[in-house]
C-alpha cells in the first residue's frame, strides 16, 4: 500500500506542477485589478493604478485572471488526466483520454440519481439543493456531488487498473476492432458509471466524515497546525507529502471562509480559497483582526508556515554546515551550499538543501520536521496572510505578502519577516550544534573523501547532464538495479529515480551511489535513488531499453 501511495504521490505531482502558472496568472491579474478596484488606495499606488486602468493592460490582466480562474475550477479533471497518465504503464495517452470518459460518466450518474431522488438525500437538482448546498457543486457544467479533487483521483486511479489491465486485451474478430487501447475507454465508462452509482450513495457519507476530519483539524486551532506542518515535511522523504497535502489544499478537507465581494462564502480547499479571495481582494482591505483570522484559519494557515524556514532557516542551516566543514574543503562546499541556499530563498524549492543532509545526517532532518511544524503553528496564530502557487519562496512572498499588503490588505508580513530573522538564528545554532556535538557527516566534514559523499552542483543543476551522459550510464544504472529481469515499473519524480523491484537483495546501492545518486533509499519492493533533476532522464533511458517507453 505505501509503495502504490507513492506511485500516486508522484502521479498527483503532474497536474500540481501546472498550478504554479495558472496561480502566477490569477495572482498577478487578480491582485493589480484588486487593487485598481479600490476606493481609497494608497497614494503610491497611484502610477500603478494609472498603468493597469489603461484598456489594453486592463484586457491583459482580465485574461490572466480568468485563465487561473478556469484552471482552478477544473482541478478534478486535471487530477483525474494527472493521476490516469502517471499511473499508466504504457500509452499514457489513451488512458488519459479513458479518464476524461470516465470522469463524465461518472459524475452524470451521479446527477442522474441526484435529481431522480433515489439516494438518501432526496431529490437534489441545481434549482433544489435545500440544506445540500455543500453537497453539491458543477463538473464541466454537470450537476454534481462535491467530490472535489477525490472524485478525479478515484477516476485516475480505476482509469489506470484498467489500462494497465486492458490495453493489449484481443477481443473475438466478430468485435476485433474494439480490441487494444480502443477497449480502455469502453471498460472504463462501464466501470465509472457503477462507481457513479455507489458514490452517488457512499459520497454523502464520505463527506459528513470529511466535515468531521476537518472540523478537529480546526477544533485543534494551532496545535491542528503544527501537527500538519510536521507530518507534511516528514513524509517529503517517501515522496508521500503530496497525497497529504492535496485533500487540505484542494479537497473538502478545509473549509475555506471567504469574504467575496462584501458576502462571505465556502470555498473547499485551502489553496482554491486563497485564491477565490485573492480574486476579490478589495474586500479584505483594512479588515479587522477577526475577519483575517477567519480567512486565516481556511487559507494560509497550511501555507504561510512554509516562508520562514525556507526563505530564512534552511540557507541559515545551509551556513551552519558550511562552517563546519572541514578547511581544505570549504571552497567546494560553500559553491553547492550556496548555489541551494539561494534556490530555497528564491523559489522554496528546498530539495536540494534537504537532500544534502537528510542521508547523511537524518537526525537533522528530524529536527528540521519539528522546526517546519513549529514554523506553522506561529503563522497561525500571528494571522500571517501570506499564501503560494507552489513554494514558499521571495518570489510567492512579493506576489502573495508585499503587493496586496500594498494595497491595504493586513497581510502581517512584517511578523512573517521577524519569524524570519529568528528562524535563521535558530536553524544555524541548532544544525552548528548538533552536527558537531554529535559528529554529523554533513559534507565536507571529513577529510577523507570516501567517507562523506560531496554532493556538487552537477546533482541539482537545472540542465541535469547531457542525454548523451545519461544514455551512456543508463544500462549500468539498471544493471545495479538488478537487470531487466528484476524491474517491475520504472518511473520518476523531480529528482527521484523511483523503482519497483522483485528482490530489494539483487540491487547494488554502491554502484548506485557510485554512478552519482546522492542517497539511495527502500519502502516496501520501492527503491528511490536520488539523481537530481536527471532522474526523468534515467526514467526514459531505462524505459526505453525495457521497451516500456
Not at 378 to 390: A, E, P, Q, R
Amino acid at each position: 500500500m505505501l509503495k502504490y501511495l507513492q506511485r500516486i504521490g508522484k502521479a498527483i505531482m503532474l497536474p500540481i506542477a501546472a498550478l504554479p502558472i495558472a496561480g502566477i496568472l490569477l495572482g498577478l491579474g487578480g491582485a493589480l485589478l484588486g487593487i485598481k478596484g479600490l476606493d481609497n488606495p494608497p497614494s503610491v499606488y497611484q502610477p500603478l493604478i494609472a498603468f493597469v486602468s489603461i484598456p489594453f493592460v486592463t484586457a491583459i490582466l482580465t485574461v490572466m485572471k480568468n485563465i487561473g480562474d478556469i484552471i482552478f475550477g477544473n482541478l478534478p479533471v486535471l487530477f483525474a488526466v494527472g493521476v490516469a497518465v502517471g499511473l499508466a504503464n504504457k500509452d499514457k495517452g489513451t488512458a488519459a483520454l479513458a479518464s476524461v470518459f470516465g470522469f463524465i460518466v461518472m459524475n452524470k450518474v451521479v446527477s442522474t440519481l441526484l435529481i431522480l431522488g433515489v439516494t438518501q438525500l432526496g431529490v437534489v437538482t441545481p434549482d433544489n439543493v435545500g440544506i445540500y448546498k455543500t453537497y453539491v457543486t458543477e463538473n464541466l457544467g454537470i450537476f454534481t456531488l462535491n467530490m472535489s479533487v477525490f472524485g478525479g483521483i478515484i477516476t485516475g486511479i480505476v482509469t489506470a487498473i484498467l489500462h494497465n489491465k486492458y490495453h493489449e486485451i484481443q477481443l473475438p474478430q466478430i468485435i476485433g476492432f474494439f480490441s487494444g487501447s480502443r477497449f480502455v475507454p469502453i471498460v472504463t465508462s462501464v466501470v465509472m458509471a457503477l462507481i457513479g452509482g455507489v458514490l452517488a450513495f457512499a459520497w454523502p457519507i464520505v463527506q459528513d466524515g470529511i466535515a468531521h476530519i476537518a472540523n478537529f483539524v480546526r477544533d485543534a486551532g494551532p496545535i491542528g497546525t503544527f501537527l500538519y506542518g510536521v507530518i507534511e515535511r516528514a513524509l517529503i522523504p517517501f515522496g508521500l507529502h503530496h497525497v497529504f497535502y492535496t485533500p487540505f489544499w484542494f479537497g473538502s478537507f478545509v473549509d475555506a471562509q471567504v469574504l467575496v465581494n462584501g458576502s462571505w462564502q465556502s470555498v473547499a480547499g485551502a489553496n482554491t480559497g486563497y485564491f477565490a479571495q485573492l480574486s476579490s481582494m478589495s474586500d479584505l482591505v483594512g479588515a479587522s483582526s477577526d475577519t483575517m483570522s477567519t480567512v486565516v484559519s481556511g487559507t494560509t494557515r497550511f501555507m504561510a508556515g512554509k516562508f520562514p524556514f525556507m526563505m530564512f532557516g534552511l540557507p541559515a542551516a545551509a551556513l551552519a554546515m558550511y562552517k563546519t566543514a572541514a578547511p581544505s574543503k570549504k571552497k567546494v562546499v560553500g559553491s553547492l551550499l550556496f548555489s541551494a541556499a539561494v534556490t530555497a530563498l528564491l523559489t522554496g524549492i528546498t530539495e536540494p538543501l534537504e537532500f544534502t543532509f537528510l542521508f547523511v545526517a537524518p537526525v537533522l532532518y528530524g529536527i528540521h520536521c519539528l522546526l517546519a511544524g513549529l514554523s506553522f503553528f506561529l503563522m497561525d496564530i500571528l494571522n500571517v496572510f501570506i499564501g503560494m502557487t507552489f513554494s514558499g519562496g521571495l518570489i510567492d512572498f512579493t506576489l502573495f505578502g508585499l503587493l496586496p499588503a500594498g494595497a491595504g490588505v493586513p497581510t502581517n508580513w512584517i511578523k512573517l519577516i521577524i519569524v524570519g530573522i529568528i528562524y535563521a538564528v535558530v536553524y544555524y545554532f541548532i544544525f552548528l550544534f548538533v552536527i558537531k556535538k554529535f559528529n554529523l557527516k554533513t559534507p565536507g566534514r571529513d577529510e577523507d573523501e570516501g567517507e562523506t559523499k560531496l554532493y556538487t552542483k552537477a546533482d541539482f543543476q537545472a540542465k541535469g547532464g547531457t542525454k548523451g551522459e545519461i544514455a551512456e550510464k543508463a544500462p549500468a544504472v539498471l544493471e545495479a538495479l538488478g537487470g531487466e529481469v528484476n524491474i517491475v515499473s520504472v518511473d520518476a519524480c523531480i529528482t527521484r529515480l523511483r523503482v519497483e523491484v522483485k528482490d530489494k537483495s539483487k540491487v547494488n546501492k554502491p554502484e548506485l551511489k557510485a554512478l552519482g545518486a546522492s542517497g539511495v533509499m527502500e519502502v516496501g519492493n520501492g527503491i528511490q535513488a536520488i539523481f537530481g533533476v536527471k532522474a526523468d532522464g534515467y526514467k526514459n533511458a531505462i524505459n526505453d531499453i525495457l521497451g516500456n517507453r
